[in-house]
C-alpha cells in the first residue's frame, strides 16, 4: 500500500474533538473524536504523506497526538489552544440507527482559523472538512494549484448559510455529504436529480453515503454505487463518513490519478475503512490494520457484490 | 429470455387487486393491483409456464385477465366469486418514500382457499404471496415436490400469527421481505444476524428487499448485496417487491437451477424489473418490454457496481 504508492501528499482540515458517547454498549467518555482524527488514520494506511491542520484545547491528551505522529502523519498543523477541546456528546438509539446531540462545546474550535504552512500549500489533494465554507475557501485559496480538493459539509451550513457554501462549492472537485445533505442543498428530493443539480454547482462528482444503505457516486456520465458491509457487530457508528472519507482520499493519493474507473474503487475503500471504524469506539477499529487485512476486507466487498454479467 | 428458458413452471399464488393510489401525481383510482398481478407479469418474460391461483370479485374487469392470458399466463387458476374484488387506497407522501393505508377492503379475498389444479400441483417453483400462513401451508401441501417455494410475508402475520408463519418457513426454500419485516421476524436489529436467526427456521436462503437502498441476500456461508439503480423518474413504488419477486423467480426458473451465483443473478433480474415497475402505476412499467429493454437494464446494474479488483 504505501510503499508502492505515487506519493501524492494530503492535506486534511478538519476538527480533533473529543467525544462522549452514549448507547447501548454504555457511556464512553473523552474518546478521540473529530473528522481529522478519522480521515487522517484511514488516509494514512495509503501514503506517506498526510498532514493535519486543527486546534485542541490544554485539556487535550498529548499520547493522541504522539499516535498520530507514529503512524507518520505530519501533526505539526495541530495548534494547541488555551482552552476547551471542541467536545460532542451523543446518544445512539439501542439500535444505533438514529443518535441525538447532547451537547456540543467548540471551546478552542469556535475560532478555528486554519493556517497553512509553505509546505502544506503545495499539498496534492486537499480535503476540507466540516467547517464553515468561509473558512473552507479560506483554506483553498492558500493552497497551490492542488490536484484534488474534496468537501464534506451538514446541515447546519446548507440551511444557514448557503450563498458561502455555493461560493466554496464552485472551488471544489468532489462533495461528500449524506443523502439527506444533498437533498436539502440541491432542494430535490431525488436523489438523480440532486446530484446533477449539485453537479451544476462545480464539483465534477458527488459522493453521497447513506450509512448501511451504502454509498453513491455520481459524475457526469456515470454513476456507481455500493452497499455497506453487512455487520455482524456494530458498536459506535461514529467517524463512519469520516473514515469513509479517509479512505477514499487515500485511495486516490495512492492510485496517483482520478478517472472514474479509480474513483469507484476508491469508494469501496472508503467503504472498508468504514466498515473497520464502526466495529469500535473512536478511532480503535482504525488502530492496527495493515494490508492484508484491508485486502482481505476489500476482497469482501468484491465477494458481496459479484454477479455474473450474464445475456438473457 | 423465455424462448431460451429451461421452461421450469412457476405457480403464484396471491392477490389480484384493485388500487386506488393517491400521491403527488393526483388520485388514480381502480389500478391492477396485487402480488400476483406484477409476480406473474414480471415472470412471464423469463419463462413460458407461469400460473396464477387467486379470487376476484364480479367486479372485476375482464380484460385485466384476458390480458394476462395474452401474456401467456394460465389464468384459470384465477377464481371470479360474488362480491368485491380485494380493493387498497394508499396515499404516498410527497417524496414517495413513506405511504399510509386509507382503506383496505378485503372483498372476497377474505375467504380466499387456494385449489391448485392437477397441473399447478406438479409446478417446479411455487411463489407463496402475502396470505395467511396457514393457507400458504396448505398450498405446499397441495404441492408434488416442487423444486423450489419461495414466500413472501408482512408485519401484519409476523406480529399476529407468528407461530403459524414459523411453522409454514419450515417448509419454504426462500424467504423474502424487508428490512422491517425481518427484524421483526427474528427479534433482532442487526440484519446479519437476523438473517442468521431466520436461515435456522428454515429457508435455506433469505431475500430482504430495502426499497430504494437495494436489496441483500443471505445464504448459508454467503451474502450479496445490490444498490438500487438511482432513477430519475419514479411514480409509483406500489408493486415494486412484487415486481422484484417475479424477475427473481422468473430468472430461476429460467436459468433451471438454485446454485448461489444464479440466485445472485436471480437478485439483479429482480431489482431490474422492479426499477421498471416503479416508473408508472401499476403495472405499466411491466407492459411491453422486451429482451432488449430487460438486457439494457441489466447491463445498468452491471455498470452501476463494476469496479476493478486491485491488489492493495
Known amino acids: 500500500m504505501k510503499n508502492n504508492s505515487a506519493h501524492r501528499s494530503i492535506l486534511v482540515v478538519g476538527s480533533v474533538a473529543l467525544d462522549d458517547i452514549d448507547g447501548p454498549f454504555g457511556m464512553h467518555r473523552d474518546l478521540l473524536g473529530g473528522s481529522a482524527s478519522f480521515i487522517a488514520r484511514a488516509a494514512s494506511y495509503f501514503t506517506r504523506d498526510v498532514s493535519v491542520v486543527a486546534v485542541v484545547g ?12 507514529e503512524l507518520g502523519i505530519d501533526t505539526t498543523g495541530i495548534e494547541r489552544k488555551s482552552g476547551e477541546t471542541f467536545h460532542w456528546v451523543g446518544k445512539y438509539a439501542p439500535d444505533l440507527a438514529t443518535r441525538e446531540t447532547l451537547d456540543t462545546r467548540l471551546g478552542v474550535f469556535a475560532t478555528f482559523q486554519p493556517l497553512l504552512s509553505p509546505r502544506q500549500r503545495k499539498a496534492d489533494l486537499v480535503f476540507l472538512g466540516n467547517i464553515h465554507p468561509t473558512l473552507q475557501r479560506d483554506v483553498v485559496e492558500q493552497t497551490e494549484r492542488p490536484l484534488l480538493v474534496a468537501l464534506d459539509t451538514m446541515n447546519f451550513w446548507i440551511g444557514g448559510h448557503r450563498v458561502e457554501l455555493v461560493k466554496t462549492l464552485a472551488r471544489v472537485n468532489t462533495l461528500l455529504l449524506n443523502d439527506e445533505e444533498a437533498r436539502q442543498l440541491a432542494e430535490e428530493h431525488n436523489l438523480c436529480k440532486a446530484a446533477a443539480r449539485i453537479l451544476e454547482m462545480g464539483p465534477t462528482s458527488v459522493v453521497i453515503k447513506r450509512g448501511d444503505a451504502g454509498a453513491l457516486l455520481f459524475y457526469p456520465g456515470g454513476v456507481f454505487g455500493v452497499p455497506a458491509l453487512p455487520l455482524e457487530d456494530v458498536r459506535d457508528p461514529t467517524g463512519a463518513g469520516d473514515s469513509f472519507a479517509g479512505g477514499f482520499m487515500g485511495y486516490l493519493a495512492y492510485a496517483g490519478n482520478f478517472e472514474p474507473q479509480t474513483v469507484r474503487t476508491a469508494m469501496i475503500v472508503g467503504s472498508v475503512m468504514a466498515s473497520f471504524a464502526v466495529e469500535q469506539f473512536s478511532v480503535d477499529g482504525l488502530r492496527g490494520l495493515d494490508a492484508g487485512k484491508i485486502q482481505s ?5 468484491a465477494e ?8 438473457l
Not at 476486507?297 to 466487498?301: K, L, W
Open 58 to 69: 490544554d485539556d487535550f491528551p498529548a499520547h493522541h497526538v504522539d499516535e498520530m505522529t
Open 297 to 301: 476486507r476489500f476482497d469482501r466487498f
Open 304 to 311: 458481496l457484490t459479484h454477479f455474473e454479467r450474464v445475456r
